[in-house]
């Protein structure tokens, strides 16, 4: 049997737009319009729009959510948020991963904190089946409410430095909605009978959930409306942004600008292996020693007593220059150590005498020109330290990497939200 294709509600918008579509996560979805490196400097520079309800949302409720969620999810709610690792608290959201008892992921997410016993769970396309299928399989004996609302919720996502200046165009009372609002918390909900919804609704009243969160590494927003409203609700976004030069964005651009923000695509950079030895620590609930968890979950204990540790790092290259999957990962010896899990052009970064330097840098050195740099992940069967060289081979072309710690720099999606107004 032939598994049908799904499309988006904004399916007519992407085509009359002239969109390349292609299948991804089991939907036809736009990889560019005109161009994908302008979509991705347009991130960087003005700012871009993204159809993202494609991705699937889960609400779990009840006395027993957060014990579930706990039990369940590799990061702490009770320890997650900012520097001193504060109870996840409604208004609050956290990223993190479910995992199996190999320590293998079955998806990376979000949770959503709305009120004290309502969470939401946003996780990849096609995932909201399995991971609702997941947290019901171990309730054990708890009362709580799962609910997967895949298809059930548009989302949109305003990424960019001017995403603010878009947003108070449409919003009703900006000011409100945008006060005390630091990265990864969110205001409202796209029930208009949910908990929070008069904290964020359109001036034409229409509730959204509107999250300081994105995949680009840039500021922005997550928005998530009633299915009904998102064509809508698009429709209202994107007129806003004419005056900006907001550019609607496909998933190539999507990919590049995570690779360069350090991002895992799931399924990709992180799956079918232990989630641990990789760049988002920040995702596991370690505790002071580095090396035990503040908590238990499921998966724990594998990652804990893993024999054969293989490690996921950060590269980028020194030109635009990239190879196609499969690729293989060789030492400077020329021995073979690994493989690449992505590999994507950054299109806003260059480097100088080693260093790399983003387009939004407000000083860079004198004769640089930004052509962009391959970026991306590879798992290898050592540790490895940012500068150390490797070789990528694909079996048609080499191109030498350095290790890093981060890639693109300059980075906004932190930058306070007064400050981008």
Known sequence: M????????????????????????GYEMPLWYASARDEHVSVISRAGAF?????AVAMVSGVDALD??????????SACVGKGKRPLSPGRCVYGAF???????????????LDEADFMVVVNAGMGGPIADHLQANLAGGTARIIDLTDRVGKMDVQGPMAARIMEKVL????????????????????????GSEAARLADGTPILLSRTGYTGEFGFEIFTAPEA?????????????KFRMTPCG???????????????SHQDIGNWPFIHHP?????????????????????????????????????GDDPRKVNMPAAVFDSDGRKMGKVLTCATDMAIGRSQGRIYSMADPNPPEGLKIRGLSCGFAKVDRPLSPGDRITLDDGRRKIAVRVEKDIRPHRTARVPLESMR
């Open 68 to 77: 579930l969620l706990q039990r369940c999810f590799t990061n702490d709610l």
């Open 230 to 242: 998102f064509v809508k609700t698009w429709e209202t976004i994107s007129a806003a942004g004419e």
């Open 2 to 25: 032939t598994e049908t294709i799904k499309k988006t509600r904004l399916h007519p918008w992407h085509i009359a737009h002239g969109a390349r579509m292609a299948e991804f996560g």
């Open 172 to 195: 009703s009372e900006p000011d409100r909605v945008f006060e005390k609002m630091p990265y990864f918390s969110f205001k409202g909900h796209f029930d208009a009978d949910g908990p």
């Open 51 to 55: 159809d993202t309800s494609h991705m």
């Open 280 to 316: 988002w620590p920040f995702a596991l609930p370690f505790a002071p020693d580095g090396a035990s968890f503040t908590k238990r979950f499921i998966g724990d204990d594998a990652l804990g007593n893993i024999q054969n540790p293989e490690y996921t790092v950060p590269f980028a």
């Open 251 to 265: 998933l190539a651009s999507r990919d590049s600008l995570r690779a360069g923000a350090t991002l895992p695509l």
């Open 99 to 113: 995992l199996n008892e190999k320590g293998w992921v079955i998806d990376d997410a979000i949770i959503y904190r």
